[in-house]
């Protein structure tokens, strides 16, 4: 083992030497030399002991040039379109002169140049209403109020044929609260109850409706009703 070492360290020694002797004394000496100008040819054999880099990396591939390649359009070129000068026409326009006939402005003596003021308007005059025509019940301020109301008895043929019905009736509440004109607008069933309804509204009394604060004839629509059941 010990003799393997020794071997190692004097094959170390032997290359430190060379190199030593290749890169320290040999270079100072061909300088040496070279500073001389004595041995020009030991100059030479120095250059020849260079150090090559070899770059073992193969050489990159070009891409291949395109085949064919169509060659670019040029720009097209955008002509000016000639000028074209057209002839000038000459229009000649006639005046025409306006004729008017003068204005004789000269005053009638006959007008009276007085300023006319028109008379005042009358002042409209409010006529109170007319508290003596028959009034709706839409027109009149209150509408009459029933005071005595007794109703109507209950015809006996009504009743022997179970029969109900339904009358409509237009009245005329005088001024006085009196009953008159009393009109059949409907019936059902006709002439069973319209005598017995006659015979009981114009007994009744009212408080005449009131226009303004006034008592005045008043038309009263109303429906009387008759059921049997009730009876």
């Known amino acids: 083992m010990a003799e393997k070492i020794r071997q190692y360290i004097l094959m170390v020694s032997i290359m430190l030497l060379v190199n030593l002797f290749l890169f320290v004394a040999f270079p100072h000496y061909v300088i040496r030399k070279e500073s001389t100008g004595d041995n020009m040819k030991l100059k030479d054999d120095f250059h020849g002991l260079q150090v090559l880099h070899l770059d073992r990396r193969p050489p990159e591939k070009q891409p291949p040039e395109p085949k064919n390649q169509p060659k670019p359009k040029e720009p097209e070129k955008h002509t000016v379109p000639h000028r074209i000068e057209m002839p000038q026409r000459h229009v000649q326009v006639r005046s025409r002169e306006l004729q008017i006939d003068p204005l004789n402005l000269s005053m009638n003596p006959r007008v009276d140049s007085s300023i006319k003021v028109s008379a005042p308007l009358t002042p409209t005059i409010n006529v109170p209403p007319s508290f003596d025509k028959q009034y709706s019940q839409a027109e009149v301020d209150t509408v009459p109020m029933p005071m005595v109301k007794t109703p ?74 008759f059921n049997i059941h009730q009876s």
């Open 152 to 225: 109507p008895v209950y015809p006996y043929q009504a009743k022997r044929l179970n029969l109900s019905g339904e009358v409509k009736i237009k009245f005329l509440v005088t001024r006085e609260g009196e009953v008159s004109q009393v009109q059949i607008i409907d019936a059902r069933p006709e002439k069973i109850f319209n005598k017995s309804v006659v015979h009981a509204v114009s007994g009744w009394k009212f408080k005449p409706g009131m226009v303004s604060g006034h008592a005045v004839d008043t038309w009263v629509v109303t429906s009387i009703i």
